[in-house]
């Protein structure tokens, strides 16, 4: 565990070059160089749970391992804002694909996993996962982004990471497709299915497969899109 890192992420590279083993991880209180997919800043202040973990082959698709993930956050959300499968009511969480959890169509947590390769070999995999906690958030992402002591006050980091990091060790073992029931999990959290997209691919968004792919009716038929931004038209 560190005060400050310029990311997880690069730490858990850099551990992996010194042969670290499989499962290892890093935690940051405060990440002063945090990112996300293609680039984009990951603001990481103090009071967020920003953190890496390392695979190594065999390993699923990265595409897979978000999703995978991305369901194992939704339930560690939804545990902590006292969300139970039988409740009619709280805060649920949705997942956006690829990457991304949602609560009240705002980013509460992301995924961002990045291999290194010799040659056509994968030596690691890093995954890194940060999610608002008790972190405040910017004002000009109020309406894109939302902490979780917004909706508990209370919770706290190690309410989160005592949930999570158990969780995301056992994932370390599964398949490398998606089972039924994570793709029924996944579809009933599914915030993009139905809506009108503009990338990757214009169209409605129609799902996932098992192997972690989008599923895109442009109204021609139904396409696949494995990797790309989205944007709703």
Do not use: Y
Request: aromatic content about 4%.
């Amino acid at each position: 565990m560190f005060h400050t890192l310029p990311s997880s992420l690069d730490a858990i590279h850099a551990l992996a070059a010194q042969d670290a083993p499989a499962g290892s991880v890093v935690l940051a209180e405060e990440q002063t160089a945090g990112r996300g997919r293609d680039g984009r800043t990951w603001r990481s202040p103090l009071g967020g749970v920003w953190l890496a973990m390392l695979l190594r082959p065999p390993v699923p698709a990265p595409g897979v391992l978000s999703l995978r993930i991305g369901l194992v956050l939704a339930d560690v959300v939804e545990e902590l804002l006292g969300v139970t499968p039988v409740s009619l009511s709280g805060p649920r969480a949705a997942l956006k694909w690829p990457n991304d959890v949602l609560l009240d169509d705002r980013k509460v947590a992301g995924i961002l996993s990045e291999g290194r390769w010799q040659g056509d070999n994968l030596q690691w995999l890093g995954v890194g996962i940060g999610i608002n906690v008790a972190n405040e958030i910017p004002p000009e992402l109020d309406a894109t982004a939302i902490s979780l002591r917004e909706l508990r006050p209370a919770v706290g980091r190690l309410d989160v990471l005592d949930r999570l990091v158990p969780s995301l060790l056992r994932l370390t073992t599964h398949d490398a497709r998606l089972s039924e029931f994570e793709c029924a999990a996944f579809a009933r959290r599914d915030w993009l299915r139905g809506r009108q997209l503009r990338t990757p691919l214009a169209g409605r968004a129609a799902g996932i497969r098992p192997d972690g792919a989008l599923l895109v009716d442009t109204g021609a038929g139904t396409t696949m899109v494995r990797d790309g931004h989205v944007e709703l038209s």
